[in-house]
């Protein structure tokens, strides 16, 4: 090729990682800042103590979660569960119940990538849909904050959560619990966890699994009960991404 060609190859290339990053980032990206709902990926600083924000994905699991939500009571501790509204039923309705009564914030989430390619108005019919679901079932509402399966998003999905009033969430750098396909270990896990985190960090652990909804998950409140008394033995508190019917 000529010289010229090779700068359009590498301009082409560069576009293309630009427009997938764009989507599938782990971190915040072009997308993102001008979105036109709002996105959080790090939480704004509170006056007083340094906050840390711990979050799970992917439940409630009839067998995980409960153990979470032991842990983080047995520290005096509030998190904030992003849900798969499926695995929300009547068996699993009254540990979602517990969420709420013990203070934890509630948001969405989904199990499929797929939400990125519904229109606005159907996205945000959907979210609607899910919220109403975890309501009549659990007796309280979700606050509206939307966590998409993988970090995976669109403008389309930024303009349907605009719509619904949705802010879409994140986590910070390098704050999650993917461990290269090996096995979580409690331990490692909290170590790492908490030597990374600076104040308005967002953590994100798994109680759940997007494709089976009764996952071994223990290590999930194996991890919480050694992270939390680690962050505030280095000063911060926790803190919930929301309060039930606001995105404060």
Known sequence: ???????????????MVVMLLAQVAPFPFIL???????????????????????T???????TA???????????????????????????????????????????????TRALVELV???LARRLTEMADRIDDL????????????AGWRSWSMFVGLDRADHALVGWGWGLWDFNWFRARDPNALSERLAGRVSDGDI?????????DPRADRRYASAAAALLVPALRDKGFSLGRICHQGSTK
């Open 203 to 211: 953590i994100v652990i798994h109680d759940g699994h997007h494709q």
């Open 32 to 54: 993102d800042s001008v979105a036109p709902a709002p996105t959080l990926w790090s939480m704004p600083e509170v006056a007083g103590t340094p906050t840390v924000y711990l």
């Open 56 to 62: 799970f994905d992917d439940g409630p699991n009839p």
């Open 1 to 15: 090729m000529t010289a010229t060609a090779d700068m359009f190859f590498a301009l082409f290339i560069v576009g």
């Open 138 to 149: 659990a007796g309280e509402r979700p606050c509206p904050v939307f966590r998409p399966h």
């Open 120 to 122: 606005p108005d159907d």
């Open 65 to 111: 979660t409960p153990a979470v939500l032991d842990a983080l009571a047995a520290h005096d501790a509030v998190a904030t569960f992003f849900l798969i509204e499926h695995y929300v039923t009547e068996e699993t309705a009254p540990i979602v119940r517990r969420m709420f009564d013990e203070g934890h914030a509630v948001g969405l989430h989904s199990h």
